[in-house]
């Protein structure tokens, strides 16, 4: 399984790629999102959620944690209110090392 950094390198190259799939095969059937107040459930909503976001760009300043508990923080910018603005991603994986739990929140 990828370390905290490979995987958090990984997890914003899909998150940007063209390649829809790249992103959500990184996920976890059952995986549980907590984003902008809002809780999102499975793999469906996953993908509706992230229909809805417009494109960005994500600058990684930092990536720490274990292989199944990480956090980065990154940059992000884009066509969006209040761009750029520091977001912490918090990730729990499976031993296969897919995303479980996804936590996004404003970096304090």
Do not use: N, Q
């Not at 959500?24 to 459930?41: E, M, Y």
């Not at 600058?59 to 520091?86: I, K, M, N, Y």
């Amino acid at each position: 399984m990828k370390d905290a950094e490979e995987f958090a390198e990984e997890y914003f190259a899909a998150a940007t790629d063209t390649d829809r799939e790249r992103y959500f095969c990184l996920f976890d059937d059952d995986v549980v999102v907590h984003d902008d107040g809002r809780s999102l459930r499975g793999l469906a909503a996953v993908r509706r959620w992230h229909g809805e976001v417009p494109p960005v760009r994500y600058d990684l300043r930092e990536a720490a944690g274990t292989a199944t508990a990480c956090h980065a923080v990154a940059v992000v910018s884009g066509d969006f209110p209040g761009s750029p603005v520091t977001l912490r991603f918090t990730f729990e994986r499976d031993a296969r090392g897919r995303i479980t739990l996804l936590g996004i929140e404003p970096e304090a």
